[in-house]
């Protein structure tokens, strides 16, 4: 169970850092010389949400990853279907770089208003609005580049797109994570992904994933999702 709620732990974490610097006002100090801090950062301002012409930057990220469905149901702490409702803002981790005299990001959140239309499990009820956590945030270089930088293979929700995601809670700070990653959010398909599903035929393009690593396992889990799910 340690390693299932790893990414929720990750997050919790990292909101924690967050909230303790902003109430403190300040820093502590970091290795190299670096003044490090947690305290959110939002560049959101001005940028639309999907963000088309951001060059897309991956960063690993430890996820806990799963062989089947059911060991991903069993995981998650809800199971549901919700419409993307709006981007919520951002939350950045961030370093003071001496040499370059700038200030750096280190790791982030995006965070987005979703709307529940059905539970399959867990506690929310539909109606509910809940706050979803992609690890990726949006951030502007000095020479103005604006850059999105993952730790997800999932590409970023669409407001008023509906998904079905599989979710850890994180107690502390209400939010959720999908379990699993890209394992744990999926749009609702349509009548020909559901067919290329069924022949796994689908690409991870297909389910709103990133092509930076190679995920096979997911048409197996994928065409367990549309059977049990989309059908």
Known sequence: MKKVKQA???????????????????GHSASSGQKASSSPVDQTSGIAEDTPDAQVVHEEMDRRMFNNLADLEDASDAIVECVGQKKLGQNVGTYDNPKLKENLP????????????????GTVKPGDQISFA??????????????????????????????????????????YVAAGDYQGKYAVPSDELKTKGLAGTVTQSDLDM??????????????????????
């Open 8 to 26: 929720a732990a990750v997050l919790t974490a990292f909101l924690s850092a967050c909230l303790l610097v902003s109430c403190s006002g300040g």
């Open 106 to 121: 280190t790791v982030g959140y995006t965070f987005w208003g979703m709307k529940v239309t059905k539970v399959f499990k």
């Open 134 to 175: 992609q690890a990726y945030y949006l951030w502007t270089e000095s020479d103005g580049v604006t850059k999105r930088i993952c730790s997800t293979s999932q590409k970023p929700v669409q407001v008023g797109r509906e998904y079905l995601l599989f979710l850890l809670h994180d107690e502390n700070h209400n939010n």
């Open 210 to 231: 990133y092509d930076d690593e190679q995920h096979s396992e997911i048409q197996s889990i994928y065409k367990d999702v549309v059977q049990k799910y989309f059908s």
